[in-house]
Nanobody
């Protein structure tokens, strides 16, 4: 089992930046790939970004350039740097993980999920 803990959400104004963190623990010795998804009220969960344990990344086309996923300072930690935030970025952001070496875009490829962290962007 892999446990995921997200942090860094909050209330910000449009144009601000925010960094989310996700730490994985448990059975991570063989490598863990991690991704971020988000779900706004009344909408389906959507892919944001992913980074596999080899360092390859993948982004939602609409977010590329504003959002960046990177390895954290601690082992098995990833950051999601979000810049120039917009009200439409308001959502619960979920960290997810799997143990294959590929930055999957599809939620069904992820075996483990965090509880989510709320990001609210006011106009």
């Amino acid at each position: 089992q892999v446990q995921l803990v997200e942090s860094g959400g909050g209330l910000v104004q449009a144009g601000d930046s925010l960094r989310l963190s996700c730490a994985a623990s448990g059975r991570t010795d063989s490598g863990v790939s991690m991704g971020w998804f988000r779900q706004a009220p009344g909408k389906e969960r959507e892919f944001v970004a992913a980074r596999d344990w080899l360092g390859f990344t993948n982004y939602a086309d609409s977010l590329k350039g504003r959002f960046t996923i990177s390895r954290g300072h601690a082992k098995n930690t990833v950051y999601l740097q979000m810049n120039n935030l917009k009200p439409e970025d308001t959502a619960v952001y979920y960290c997810a993980a799997h143990t294959t070496a590929f930055p999957h875009r599809i939620a069904g490829n992820y075996d483990y999920w965090g509880q989510g962290t709320q990001v609210t962007v006011s106009s």
